[in-house]
């Protein structure tokens, strides 16, 4: 599968990703230090440095647990100020680690607590490299800090000489190693983030009309649910009008099925011409029925834009193959404050009802009573 979107800049996601991948570590640092000083009594022989190594290591290790523990609270004013934090504490943890690795190369006698320093240096390098791949400066700047003064000691004062040349081959890899985790896992981000679109497209594409674009009854079933929970909640009006195109039988019978399909995209876009509101829920309810919904507006909002539909209708004229095509609508409309002991569809029912009663009075009309 070729992922040819651009990738994405840094969001939250990507920084959620790398303080859940680096909580881990804050911990393996404490157990790595203990490890080094105190099984072979480093920490007798050298007391005054292991205390501060120990006490600087513990000291940054709980300033970045406090930091992941209240980043989630932060406002979002502040996110950018965040995230220098995160990545300067890390860069300082392992700049920290780094130079105490590098003051323990150069005292004598020390071989044993050397190579166990060497041993966890190579852990947490290997473990960061994965950690902060998702920000390739940061895992290449992180193992640069570690590494790079321990190396540079020993090239500058000619000893252990092999183990530097090793460490830079060591630091190398670890470079190569970053750029394709990390190439690995924006691809993957991407491919994710595709798939997530595709699925919203999916669904909104089954929750559309196919003809006229506007949503369908299957979305209107949830939608109505919602509205009508949340106004029963809050005590707020909600509306629904009903609206069907007046003789459409006969525009199919005189100029064909598809002049009908024409004038029943005619119709949706004035619906939308009319309906302007974000949270107007338009549908096209079946056949050439339609089903507006609105909440929290006044009865006599509702009743205002039920007759701007009614004459917006009227004065349209449909162009079609020479011909022009010229009906109107008649609307049913219910507007009310819905009690808890109130059923949904009785609603459907009344403006159903009422639709009908604007038929039978001579159509193009609207027929609304406050329930």
């Not at 539909?309 to 004065?315: D, I």
Request: with cysteine.
């Amino acid at each position: 599968m070729e992922i040819r979107q651009k990738r994405p800049a840094l969001n939250s996601r990507v920084i959620l990703d790398l303080k859940k991948r680096s909580y881990l570590g804050m911990i393996y640092y404490l157990v790595a230090l203990v490890g080094v000083i105190f099984p072979d009594g480093y920490y007798f022989r050298d007391p005054s440095f292991s205390r501060l190594f120990l006490g600087i290591v513990i000291l940054i290790c709980l300033f970045r647990l406090v930091h992941y523990l209240v980043s989630d609270h932060v406002p979002p004013r502040f996110k950018r100020l965040d995230f220098i934090i995160f990545a300067g504490s890390i860069v300082l943890n392992s700049l920290i680690w780094g130079l105490g690795f590098a003051r323990l190369l150069g005292q004598e006698g020390e071989q044993n607590t050397q190579l166990l320093m060497l041993i966890c240096t190579i852990g947490i390098c290997s473990g960061g490299v994965v950690a902060y791949a998702p920000l390739l400066w940061l895992s290449i700047s992180f193992n640069a800090f570690i590494l790079l003064p321990g190396t540079l000691f020993m090239a500058v004062k000619g000893v252990y000489l092999p183990l530097a040349g090793l460490c830079m081959v060591f630091c190398s890899y670890l470079v190569f190693l970053a750029a394709r985790i990390n190439g690995e896992y924006w691809k993957a981000l991407e491919i994710e983030s595709l798939l997530e679109q595709k699925t919203r497209e999916l669904e909104k594409i089954s929750h559309m009309d196919g003809l006229t674009g506007l949503y369908n009854r299957r979305y209107f079933e949830t939608a109505f649910e919602i509205e009508w929970r949340q106004a029963v909640r809050n005590q707020t009006r909600i509306a629904v009008l009903l609206c069907d195109i007046d003789k459409f039988k006969q525009v199919n019978d005189r100029f064909g099925h598809m002049a009908g399909d024409e004038y029943l995209k005619l119709t949706a876009r004035i619906l939308k011409k009319v309906f302007k509101r974000r949270t107007d829920v338009l549908v096209r309810y079946g056949g050439e029925e339609f089903v507006v919904l609105i909440s929290d507006v006044s009865t006599e909002t509702v009743l205002d834009l039920a007759e701007n539909l009614r004459k917006e209708m009227e004065k349209t004229i449909l162009e079609y193959e020479s011909e022009q095509i010229q009906t109107t609508v008649s609307l049913g409309v219910v507007v009310g404050i819905p009690k808890p002991s109130d059923k949904k569809e009785s609603m459907i029912s009344k403006a159903d009802e009422r639709m009908y009663r604007a038929k039978n009075r001579g159509r193009n009309r609207v027929v609304a009573e406050e329930g």
